[in-house]
């Protein structure tokens, strides 16, 4: 795909504007479909290529971390209604089961007792652990969401336990390897930004910390640039056979939390143009945002070095909805048919899929499949070496009777018959 110029000047113009009224001491941008970028761009002081450069990203992380607790699910090693307590025994809030934690469903705190670990150096999760365990509940499990980075350094250490490896190296081996992740990191690594706060009357940079969080490290500790994210979009979007199969991240963009703002791990929000499935993320000196649309395949990706100033939700929706931006097309005429192909003649008319009625007309060399209903459903088939192919290339399953009529098509599991499905008749195959 590429990007009409009119797309790209006012994605660009969306970039400037946010550095500028941000007061972003840089900012770096993209657009990502099936895992490459169709746009990158950048405003501001950036330190190194935009799209190579590193910047935390916060609570993206979370969502790295709830993918390996659902590979342990799905390879049997986990379970999402299990209690915390059955893998970290002497863990805080240990009743508190799996599902709860990944959808800050669980009643627990935003943060851990003790130094705001955003911008202290973490220690082990035994001292984590004993700082915490008088902690109190905040609210019965499922009764409310309330968003917690404590619940994932949990997470983080139930599932390093149940694999015996740290939850770093975890990262690196079941999800950055596979993915071909190079520039997603634990630690910064150059070319990175340098966070900062900007001071709200006087406009200075105060420089952040770039500090190690340890044990909270699963809520918030990772590093990555837009080209590894692009890739990243594209695997929240179409999933990955050596990371995680699509019913998995299924399941994790499905609402659980009170509201449905939140499945297993990832955040949602229902727009026009479908679902937005990803994650915000922030920590001291850093914004970020990962927004992926899978009715559109397509990702938008913001990096900062700024504690504050970035709406990264709105943001990232204006440049899905700038992304889509179109030069005028160039409309190809509509010619009446001058043959119809014996093929095609056997397949024209009426169809039912239940009891929805369907149309299907043949026009300028292909089949389309039109639903009478008001959504107005389009399906075009075109007929190569012998078989009917749908636009994505999978085949239909037909079935002829004896004198070259079609009895019934199938494809994607949808069967389509010549007339509505009456309730106790078989279906026929």
């Keep these: 795909m590429t990007l009409s110029a009119p797309a790209e000047r006012g994605l660009a113009e969306l970039i400037a504007i946010a550095q500028r009224d941000g007061r972003l001491p840089s900012i770096v941008a993209a657009i990502a479909q099936q895992g490459q970028l169709v746009w990158a761009g950048s405003a501001g002081d950036v330190a190194g290529p935009a799209a190579d450069t590193q910047y935390r990203i916060g609570s993206i992380t979370k969502t790295f971390t709830a993918v390996l607790v659902m590979q342990a699910v799905r390879d049997g090693l986990m379970r999402l209604e299990a209690p915390l307590a059955d893998y970290v025994p002497e863990a805080p809030f240990g009743s508190a089961l799996l599902q709860d934690l990944l959808s800050h469903s669980a009643g627990i705190a935003a943060e851990?007792?003790?130094?705001?670990?955003?911008?202290?150096?973490?220690g082990s999760f035994e001292q984590l652990a004993k700082a915490n365990c008088e902690a109190p509940s905040l609210a019965e499990p499922g009764e409310m969401l309330l968003y917690s980075n404590l619940a994932y350094a949990l997470l983080g250490e139930a599932v390093a336990r149940t694999r015996g490896s740290s939850w770093e190296d975890l990262v690196s081996t079941r999800i950055l390897q596979p993915l071909g992740m190079t520039r997603t990191t634990v630690h910064p690594a150059e070319p990175h930004a340098q966070g900062y706060s900007v001071d709200h009357f006087r406009g200075t940079l105060t420089p952040e910390p770039a500090s190690d969080t340890a044990a909270m490290g699963p809520a918030g500790q990772l590093w990555s640039t837009l080209t590894d994210l692009a890739t990243y979009s594209e695997f929240v979007m179409r999933g990955h056979p050596e990371v995680l199969e699509m019913h998995w991240l299924a399941l994790m963009s499905t609402p659980h939390a009170p509201g449905g703002s939140y499945g297993l791990g990832f955040h949602l929000l229902p727009t026009a143009s479908g679902l937005l499935v990803g994650h915000t993320g922030t920590m001291p000196g850093f914004m970020a945002k990962l927004q992926t649309n899978r009715s559109t395949a397509t990702a938008a990706i913001v990096l900062a070095n700024g504690t504050v100033g970035l709406d990264p939700n709105g943001l990232t929706e204006r440049m899905l909805a700038t992304a889509g931006l179109r030069e005028p097309a160039q409309v190809q005429a509509w010619a009446p048919s001058v043959d119809v192909p014996e093929?095609?003649?056997?397949?024209?008319?009426?169809?039912?899929?239940?009891?929805?009625?369907?149309?299907?007309?043949?026009?300028?060399?292909?089949?389309?499949?039109?639903?009478?209903?008001?959504?107005?459903?389009?399906?075009?088939?075109?007929?190569?070496?012998?078989?009917?192919?749908?636009?994505?290339?999978?085949?239909?399953?037909?079935?002829?009777?004896?004198?070259?009529?079609?009895?019934?098509?199938?494809?994607?599991?949808?069967?389509?018959?010549?007339?509505?499905?009456?309730?106790?008749?078989?279906?026929?195959?």
């Design 112 to 122: 851990p007792a003790g130094p705001w670990w955003e911008r202290a150096q973490g």
């Design 343 to 429: 093929h095609a003649e056997a397949m024209v008319g009426a169809w039912y899929w239940g009891e929805r009625l369907h149309l299907a007309l043949w026009s300028m060399g292909e089949l389309e499949l039109r639903s009478v209903t008001p959504d107005d459903e389009v399906e075009t088939f075109t007929y190569v070496d012998g078989r009917w192919v749908d636009s994505l290339e999978m085949p239909l399953q037909v079935s002829y009777r004896a004198d070259g009529s079609v009895e019934w098509f199938c494809f994607d599991t949808y069967l389509f018959t010549r007339s509505p499905y009456e309730p106790g008749t078989p279906i026929p195959r």
